[in-house]
């Protein structure tokens, strides 16, 4: 059973644009969600998180959105730039517990 | 180093030997977790350690895992009598909660293959 779904496997964006990367979960009793990227042959790097009592959160190029009611979550990037190109991975957490969807990778198209 | 460290970073083992892979978290973070990478999948939940205790095992995917913490600080996950399908990246992250509120710290990985 797979609580946070990420259904894109792969999404490609021109630089300069948005890009969304988007994230659902099932459980409700998740209090905090994260994003995390991740380039090939390293460890993913934390991005950006929001806890569950808000619905955005920002730094700089990246966003955060969380729409609890329907279990959803984005991250946002713009503008997109050639480094952005990476596999990103949503994250929720309970209790301590840390639980990954499948990653989106994404390419940044010149 | 200020990072996780995690070794050996390469191993390649033949079908029913034991491994073990070492995990030396950030100094002080008290919360310590593993996961691991199969080709072309996401971080699959194996374990995690708050302080040398285990709340959660609920991940292990056989009872040829298993995993131990020393001191708070260094953890090892031992894979026995190793398959094919134990092949994957094995990701060690730690954490001080309270702080980052979940932000965990992952090591590069030990990448496992077994012939």
């Known amino acids: 059973d797979q609580q946070v779904k990420q259904n894109s496997p792969s999404l490609s964006v021109q630089e300069g644009r948005i890009s969304i990367l988007n994230c659902d979960y099932t459980?409700?009793?998740?209090?905090?969600f994260l994003w995390y990227k991740k380039y090939p042959a390293e460890g993913p790097t934390f991005l950006i998180s929001i806890s569950s009592i808000k619905d955005k959160n920002e730094d700089g190029r990246f966003t955060v959105f969380l729409n609890k009611s329907a279990k959803h979550l984005s991250l946002h990037i713009v503008p997109s730039q050639p480094g952005d190109s990476a596999v990103y991975f949503c994250a929720a957490n309970r209790d301590d517990k840390i639980i990954f969807g499948k990653g989106t990778r994404l390419h940044i198209l010149p | 180093g200020a990072g996780v460290s995690q070794s050996p970073s390469n191993k390649v083992t033949e079908k029913g030997k034991d491994v073990e892979l070492r995990c030396d978290p950030i100094s002080g973070h008290t919360a310590l977790y593993w996961y691991r990478q199969s080709l072309g999948q996401g971080l699959e939940f194996l374990i995690y350690f708050q302080g040398n205790s285990a709340p959660d095992k609920s991940g292990l995917p056989s009872d040829r895992f298993s995993a131990e913490r020393t001191g708070g600080s260094v953890s090892t996950l031992t894979i026995q009598r190793t398959q094919q399908e134990d092949s994957a990246v094995y990701l060690c992250a730690s954490s001080l909660l309270g702080q980052a509120m979940g932000e965990l710290f992952f090591g590069e990985g030990s990448r496992l293959t077994v012939l």
């Open positions: 459980n409700s009793m998740f209090d905090y």
